[in-house]
Nanobody, 127 residues
Framework: QLQLVESGGGLVQPGGSLRLSCAAS????????IGWFRQAPGKEREGVSC????????YYADSVKGRFTASRDNAKNTVYLQMNSLKPEDTAVYYC????????????????????WGQGTQVTVSS
């Protein structure tokens, strides 16, 4: 059974850091483009970052560029999202998702292209 499990969320002060993990079971992440998405209360789910299956190229939304870094460890079947300089507006439930689609990341880093989703992990940035 294909499953994605996020972890690493929590409460952090503005300017702090968190590292989210997305562990896969039942399938190998190597062949999938992985996306990180977030959904704040009352808002639509949005793409934060995507990382390709092959060379590990990445895409970031403008709102997180320079602060977030996605990476993957195929040996551990896990993808990470390092989040630095966190802001209150980063508060949301963060999801990882997988897709077989391989194309320009800036074009496919959107909810409609991803079929397999984790359950989400809450990130709260507050003093």
């Amino acid at each position: 059974q294909l499953q994605l499990v996020e972890s690493g969320g929590g409460l952090v002060q503005p300017g702090g850091s968190l590292r989210l993990s997305c562990a896969a079971s039942g399938f190998t992440l190597d062949y999938y483009t992985i996306g990180w998405f977030r959904q704040a209360p009352g808002k639509e789910r949005e793409g934060v970052s995507c990382i390709s299956s092959s060379e590990g190229s990445t895409y970031y939304a403008d709102s997180v560029k320079g602060r977030f870094t996605a990476s993957r460890d195929n040996a551990k079947n896990t993808v990470y999202l390092q989040m630095n300089s966190l802001k209150p507006e980063d508060t949301a439930v963060y999801y990882c998702a997988a897709t077989f689609i391989r194309s320009r990341l800036d074009q496919i880093c959107a909810v409609i292209y991803f079929a397999a989703w984790g359950q989400g992990t809450q990130v709260t940035v507050s003093s």
